[in-house]
């Protein structure tokens, strides 16, 4: 399967969307490494906690019955099955009664538009949600009757546009008395999961057809404890792969399974995340509608995500090959993002990849490096991506472990200094040097003639294009002094092939013993850098697939050259 197709319809289990729409919205992704965008903004996800409050109990033949949730990084859309799961809706629009006491969410704003019911929250209005109802229903008439409601009780209503906020605090001063402190909404504190929940709401009909969900929390310092009920038909098992999907840390929540032993037995089966602060309980029951069972193509999907997602980094009966290839670029030319397509490159072909980033940072202080999934393969093949903090960790420690579980270790170590010692990395069996392939044709030259400045465009042979190269970017490394694997040289995206020139250049670098092992798009400059598994054009995603390949089958095996890098190191450092 394309993995264009795949991550379409991964997306589409996870929140019910259309084929075209949820086309449309991935191609408009920078990348496919997270397929569902989280809420960028405090108010927009606790808006969505409240949602999730408010609609947790609903049923019907879609979760809560919710049709359709389309995510955005500032929005979210919400389509109903009914009036009927609107109206719990209706008790966060906010007002004042006779006794001037306020109810509802205070900070809520909501009006009416030919799309739905818009909901606003924030005092800038950076939580926004769009609730729409099935086709030939208008939510309009609901929100009219709710206002005629409050009015007749000679309430005042606190929803519209026009309705100032509560004034912001004044700077406390030495003669003020100091205010009562507010109570803080316990929605605000870690509101990302229940937004994560909103946002993947069809997760859990798209495991296990005809099931019904519930949500419902209870407040525990300061913020939440969520708890999901699950019912599922007789004849489905209790212990299924819900725990698998909600790590997974691509399409799903990421929320870790806790590592205490769960209660599972032939009545329930309650399972707890995120230090508790998730609780899911599956028990047996029937729907009183239920949904229709998912069709092939899509179960073929669910499995393999699943597959996919169990593919955990832990060593295995498989042998892995375990080679580490360091990554370089003396002039920082993107050393990252070529590790980020060949990782993805050598996962497409089925291969467990890992890039491994190193760094100097204070903050990071975990004793053990933690492999994280970057992307979604569809396949066999896995690539994920880890941080090794060189102050906490043991660089040599991290890698000897990760040699057990991958074929491939892709390390960058750090941006290219003065020192070449710093640079280098001897834990690696291969080094491959990053830069830019554009070879010069001509050279300038400048002289003075009877007090006048001529210039002139020399034309340069293959031998002295390759010279002027070497000298150019290549002028502060050793590579004759200390061992390189090769060149990885980018070129511009629409130069699928060299022409005779420049294969006349890479023969010259290969005998200056910097052979060009391949080569890789380069995309413009602040464009996403996207990989073979992200939106690509054909052409582009097989012209990277096969110098990639081409980059493998160049690479020593892993452990051969150690002690001679180790030793020319050593002799560099003596001269």
């Not at 009006?111 to 818009?118: N, V």
């Not at 001063?173 to 069809?202: C, F, G, N």
């Not at 502060?476 to 699928?496: A, H, I, K, N, Q």
Request: some cysteine; aromatic content about 6%; hydrophobic content about 35%.
């Amino acid at each position: 399967m394309l993995i264009e197709h795949y991550i379409v319809d991964v997306r589409r289990q996870f929140t019910g969307e259309s084929l075209t729409g949820a086309r449309r919205r991935l191609h408009g992704l920078r990348d496919w490494s997270k397929p569902l965008p989280a809420a960028h903004s405090g108010d927009q996800a606790r808006l969505e906690g409240h949602l999730l409050q408010a609609l947790g109990t609903g049923r019907g033949r879609n979760p809560l019955g919710v049709t359709e949730v389309v995510p955005g990084t500032d929005h979210l859309v919400l389509r109903l099955e009914s009036v009927d799961t609107f109206a719990p809706l209706l008790r966060l629009m906010p007002y004042r009664d006779r006794r001037r006491s306020r109810h509802g969410l205070l900070d809520l704003r909501v009006s009416a538009s030919r799309r739905g019911i818009e909901l606003v929250l924030g005092r800038s209005g950076s939580g926004r949600a769009l609730i729409v109802g099935p086709q030939g229903c208008d939510l309009t008439t609901a929100v009219d009757d709710h206002r005629q409601a409050i009015e007749s009780m000679q309430y005042l209503q606190l929803w519209t546009k026009d309705t100032p906020h509560d004034p912001m605090p004044r700077p406390m001063t030495s003669r003020r008395p100091r205010p009562k402190a507010r109570p803080m909404d316990p929605y605000a504190v870690r509101a990302e999961l229940a937004s994560a929940l909103l946002r993947r709401l069809h997760l859990w009909n798209s495991l296990v057809a005809g099931s019904s969900v519930t949500f419902t929390s209870q407040p525990l310092d300061s913020g939440l404890l969520w708890t999901v009920e699950r019912c599922v038909p007789h004849h489905r098992p209790l212990h299924d792969d819900i725990a698998t999907a909600l790590a997974d840390p691509v399409a799903g929540p990421g929320l870790p399974l806790d590592a205490t032993d769960h209660p599972c037995d032939q009545e329930q089966c309650v399972q707890s995340f995120d230090s508790g602060r998730l609780t899911v309980r599956t028990i047996r029951g029937e729907n009183d509608r239920p949904a229709r069972p998912a069709s092939r193509a899509r179960a073929h999907v669910r499995s393999t995500f699943l597959r996919e997602a169990k593919q955990s980094p832990i060593a295995d009966d498989q042998t892995r090959a375990g080679h580490v290839l360091q990554l370089i670029a003396p002039w920082g030319e993107g050393h990252a993002g070529a590790a980020d397509q060949l990782a993805a490159a050598w996962a497409r072909e089925g291969l467990h990849t890992l890039i491994l980033s190193t760094g100097s940072s204070r903050e990071t202080r975990n004793t053990a490096v933690s492999w994280r999934r970057a992307r979604l393969t569809g396949g066999r093949g896995a690539m994920f991506k880890a941080y090794s903090n060189l102050i906490h960790h043991d660089l040599e420690a991290d890698i000897a472990r990760a040699r057990g579980v991958f074929d491939h270790i892709i390390l960058v170590k750090r941006n290219w200094t003065d020192t070449p010692l710093l640079g280098f990395s001897p834990l690696a069996d291969d080094h491959l040097i990053v830069a830019g392939g554009q070879f010069p044709k001509t050279t300038r030259t400048t002289t003075v003639r009877a007090g006048e400045l001529r210039r002139r465009s020399l034309p340069l042979t293959p031998t002295e294009s390759a010279v002027a190269w070497l000298h150019h970017r290549l002028g502060r490394v050793p590579f004759s002094d200390v061992p390189m694997t090769g060149l990885l040289l980018w070129c511009e995206r629409d130069e699928s092939c060299t022409d005779g020139f420049d294969t006349e250049v890479d023969a010259e670098l290969a005998r200056h013993g910097m052979p060009v092992l391949g080569r890789l798009p380069q995309t413009p400059r602040f464009s996403p850098d996207r990989t073979v598994l992200d939106h690509v054009p054909d052409e582009q995603r097989k012209f990277v697939i096969q110098q990639a390949n081409q980059v493998r089958q160049c690479l020593g095996p892993a452990h051969a050259n150690a002690t001679a890098f180790r030793t020319a190191l050593r002799e560099y450092a003596d001269l």
